[in-house]
């Protein structure tokens, strides 16, 4: 069992920043995700990261967004700068395991992540 706890999210002006961090109790996964998710829509994958250090992302958030993680902590985090209007969402995070989950090129599916966060809102005003 996995439990993932998000925070950091909040109200911020456009151009502002935020950094989002996602604790996990329980096994360490083999790779963390970050999506975003708005009503109506289908949860968008932002960011993946393998427990070594491998990332990839998606290109609208490219240059704007960094995926990063504490081992240590079993801790992920994300750094949102230069954040619009368009960005408000519910985060999550996500864990997965093994080397089917975590080095597949469809890392935005979300059936490959077997835990998830609560969420934590981010809300961008213009």
């Known amino acids: 069992q996995v439990q993932l706890v998000e925070s950091g999210g909040g109200s911020v002006q456009a151009g502002g920043s935020l950094r989002l961090s996602c604790a996990a109790f329980?096994?360490?996964?083999?790779?963390m995700a970050w999506f975003r998710q708005t009503p109506g829509k289908e949860r968008e994958g932002i960011a993946r990261?393998?427990?070594?250090?491998?990332?990839t992302g998606a290109d609208s958030v490219k240059g704007r967004f960094s995926i990063s993680q504490d081992n240590a902590k079993n801790t992920l985090y994300l750094q949102m700068d230069n954040l619009k209007p368009e960005d408000t969402a519910m985060y999550y995070c996500?864990?997965?395991?093994?080397?089917?989950?975590?080095?597949?090129?469809?890392?935005?599916?979300?059936?490959?992540?077997?835990?998830w966060g609560q969420g934590t809102q981010v809300t961008v005003s213009s």
């Open positions: 996500a864990a997965g395991f093994g080397k089917s989950t975590c080095y597949s090129d469809s890392w935005e599916n979300t059936n490959y992540y077997t835990y």
């Open positions: 329980g096994y360490s996964p083999t790779c």
């Open positions: 990261i393998n427990r070594n250090g491998a990332t």
